[in-house]
């Protein structure tokens, strides 16, 4: 199964509540994925600045001074905010790789989630509520962002195994399904020079979006992409820097509501994730047809 | 929880119906009540608040009593229905009306994918759109549908009658044993040994009987295209093997 939900929102006034909201529409959804659960969320970037978000099997050991430690390696002003076994580097953006390096030798543990100048990436094991309390969720501001909770099938329940991946600078994607032909698919970005963390499915194809847009497409594009090159049962909801977008694959099995306002665009597996969004009972609601692209940018 | 009884304003305050607002109340509690109705029961008008999504609403009713859901409901509301008359004022999830076997269903919105998958009995009526898989292995159920059908509609449809007001989608009828499609619309393509039929007075009389079953007025039957089975796939052919 797993539950997959997203939300874009038009009207400022909102940004303050967009993490409450996201949780709330995670959570209605947790009886379709008890294993995991994930939810990146996007910030207004500031243009001077660029976040990483990690995590650590040992936070206490590996978050302690690790700001100093990477300060040094790069040259460049670092701060660490930890929230339990994640933690959000801020650096200057032409940063971000040399910190991404140094991290390697000096917590050779720690993970990286995501990256990127809007994007935090929060996902561990457990139930969605037990995620969202974990990491302090429901007061994160932002513009826009995804979720999912995770009925694992393609690999191990993991943390890296969770869902959104991010596999791109602000790129992420959730997924509900199973692909395929991702072994295929990942022999032929490995080859490219990509990098992946786990056997699972939905990285790869969060990769092959990274890789498409890498080689110029944009978000409506490369999600085209995927109805000819990636085979097998998939809705996938997908977040950038400034953007939302939602595509099926063309048997559509993996169900998909979307519901519009002047305020939002929102998504949820099933229509119940939405019940509590204002306005919901005045909103546009609607199928998205198979092997469509939808996509909203800011 | 005690049950609350409220008049409705489209029936005699005699007829007070029995309110359940799956706010305060849970959905157990409601499809129990509903389980527990025996023949000539007094309580024969329902009213269902707040359904909000929930899946299963008013599942394996076996009496014939009238349903009002206000708003929208997910999953299978409705499945296995015996004899109620249910309206969903909203839009309905996947599977309305799933195994239907007897009494009807009218979903005043959308639905989903699989609306009344298996049924063998009933009258479902969908007054907005239906998306895939409308009618999947219908066994005897009559749909009738305002707009139009998604993809993959009545594949392998055994029995019953399929009316569509609108378009269909891609591969209609896909391996139809018997059931017959009207389609008042275009049909974006015909599944396997899915063709149209030629519309015979029989014909016109039987969709004329399902539209005013189902409400429909101001459409003439002479206006939809008959669907049906070609009948080449009962039998294993060997020619076809290739096939498989």
């Known amino acids: 199964m797993c539950g997959i939900v997203g939300l874009f929102l038009k009207d400022k006034a909102l940004e303050p509540k967009l993490g409450a909201m996201l949780s709330e529409m995670l959570i209605c959804l947790t009886d379709r994925g008890p294993d995991s659960a994930g939810i990146a969320i996007y910030g207004a970037p500031s243009g001077n600045e660029a976040k990483i978000t990690i995590q650590s099997p040992k936070p206490e050991r590996d978050f302690r001074g690790l700001d100093a430690e990477l300060a040094k390696a790069i040259g460049a002003p670092v701060s660490i905010a930890a929230k339990s076994t994640h933690a959000v580097i801020r650096t200057t953006p032409d940063k971000v790789d040399a910190a991404r390096a140094a991290l390697q030798s000096l917590r050779p543990d720690v993970r990286v989630m995501g990256a990127g100048e809007a994007v935090e990436i929060y996902k561990e094991v457990g139930l969605p509520e037990a995620v969202v309390d974990r990491f302090d969720v429901r007061k994160m501001t932002g513009t826009h962002g995804i979720g999912h909770t995770r009925m694992a099938t393609e690999s191990a329940v993991t943390t890296m195994g969770a869902h959104p991946f991010s596999t791109g600078a602000d790129q992420c994607l959730v997924h509900n399904g199973s692909l395929s032909n991702h072994n295929n698919v990942r022999r032929e970005l490995v080859r490219e020079g990509m990098t992946f963390e786990t056997e699972n499915d939905t990285e790869v194809a969060a990769a092959y979006l990274s890789s498409q847009m890498a080689h110029g497409k944009n978000l409506g594009e490369a999600l085209e992409g995927t109805l000819s090159d990636l085979d097998g049962f998939f809705t996938f909801v997908v977040g950038t820097k400034n953007g939302f977008g939602v595509v099926r694959d063309p048997i559509a099995c993996k169900p998909a509501v979307m519901a519009e306002t002047d305020q939002y665009v929102a998504f949820g597996s099933e229509y119940r994730a939405l019940t509590k969004l204002p306005g919901i009972d005045n909103a546009r609601v609607w199928e998205p047809e198979p092997a469509t692209v939808y996509f909203w940018e800011h | 929880m005690p049950a609350t009884f409220k008049a409705t304003h489209d029936q005699s305050p005699s007829q007070a119906s029995r309110v359940f607002d799956l706010d305060v109340q849970s959905l157990r509690e409601?499809?129990?009540?509903?389980?527990?109705?025996?023949?000539?029961?007094?309580?024969?008008?329902?009213?269902?608040?707040?359904?909000?999504?929930?899946?299963?609403?008013?599942?394996?009713?076996?009496?014939?009593?009238?349903?009002?859901?206000?708003?929208?409901?997910?999953?299978?509301?409705?499945?296995?229905?015996?004899?109620?008359?249910?309206?969903?004022?909203?839009?309905?999830g996947p599977g309305v009306g799933e195994n239907m076997m007897a009494g009807s269903i009218t979903v005043k919105g959308d639905a989903s994918q699989y609306a009344g998958a298996t049924g063998k009995g009933g009258l479902l009526v969908i007054e907005g759109n239906a998306s895939s898989r409308c009618g999947i292995s219908m066994k005897g159920i009559d749909i009738v549908v305002h707009g139009n059908i998604g993809h993959m509609s009545a594949f392998m449809a055994q029995s019953g009658n399929l009316v569509v007001l609108g378009d269909a989608g891609d591969a209609l009828g896909d391996s139809i044993y018997e059931a017959r499609l009207f389609v008042r619309g275009k049909v974006d393509s015909l599944g396997a040994d899915c063709i149209a039929k030629e519309m015979r007075p029989e014909h016109i009389d039987l969709l004329q009987g399902l539209l005013d079953r189902a409400g429909v007025t101001g459409v003439k039957p002479s206006e939809f295209k008959r669907y049906g089975s070609a009948r080449t796939l009962y039998n294993f052919n060997i020619d076809n093997a290739d096939a498989y």
């Open chain 2, 30 to 92: 409601l499809n129990q009540a509903l389980h527990k109705l025996t023949a000539g029961s007094n309580e024969t008008a329902w009213e269902v608040l707040n359904p909000k999504g929930n899946h299963s609403v008013a599942v394996g009713v076996d009496q014939p009593v009238s349903i009002d859901v206000r708003g929208s409901v997910g999953y299978y509301c409705g499945g296995m229905n015996s004899g109620s008359a249910i309206t969903v004022h909203g839009s309905a």
